[in-house]
């Protein structure tokens, strides 16, 4: 008896010898008919008098490469200001000094403000991961300095942590110029 919903097989002659399965006419029919009625769906007809769409862009400037000069700025040039130039920080942390106590890190060192005009400086110490320079921990103090001023710097217990693995280190900017 053959089961409901699925083809029956074509009878064949020999035994073992793989079965076709027989479809129906019919059913070929409403595939071929269904097909032709999807492909006719949602297709625009052209109008004879219609124009194909069209598609501008404007013209784009060409980039060229930025290729990086060798040119080295004079160090003289950007230690000491000029006007309302640049200051360069660099030099005027001296005497910098970040350990730790126990557990606990402090940091110690002088600024000296070596230009002609008051500057406020940012100090700041880091304790990095020595394995990828990581951050363990930070701070960061504002001081005021007037011209040719210099004063002791101090950041007492920053940081409270083991010493294995890590290490400091310390820099300075200026924030206003």
């Known amino acids: 008896m053959p089961m409901p919903r699925r083809p029956r097989p074509a009878t ?17 029919g409403l595939s071929a008919s269904l097909v032709l009625a999807l492909a006719a769906c949602g297709q625009p007809a052209p109008s004879p008098d219609s124009v194909p769409p069209t598609v501008s862009v404007a013209v784009q400037p ?15 040039s950007t230690t000491a200001a000029s006007g309302a130039g640049l200051f360069d920080a660099a030099s005027s942390l001296t005497s910098a000094n970040c ?10 060192g002088t600024l000296t403000n070596s230009d002609s005009q008051e500057h406020t ?15 363990v921990a930070g701070k960061e103090v504002d001081v005021t300095l007037a011209a040719g001023a210099a004063t002791p710097v101090s950041i007492k217990n920053f940081h409270s942590g083991p010493t294995a693995g890590v290490e400091c280190l310390s820099g300075v900017t200026v924030k206003d110029s």
């Open 121 to 135: 400086f940012t100090v700041a110490v880091f304790i990095v991961k020595s394995s990828d320079g990581s951050n």
């Open 99 to 108: 350990a730790a106590s126990g557990n606990s890190w402090s940091f110690t």
């Open 62 to 76: 060409t980039i060229t490469p930025d290729t990086p000069s060798d040119d080295v700025p004079d160090a003289g």
């Open 12 to 28: 064949s002659g020999r035994r073992g010898a793989p079965r076709a399965y027989a479809v129906p006419a019919v059913a070929l």
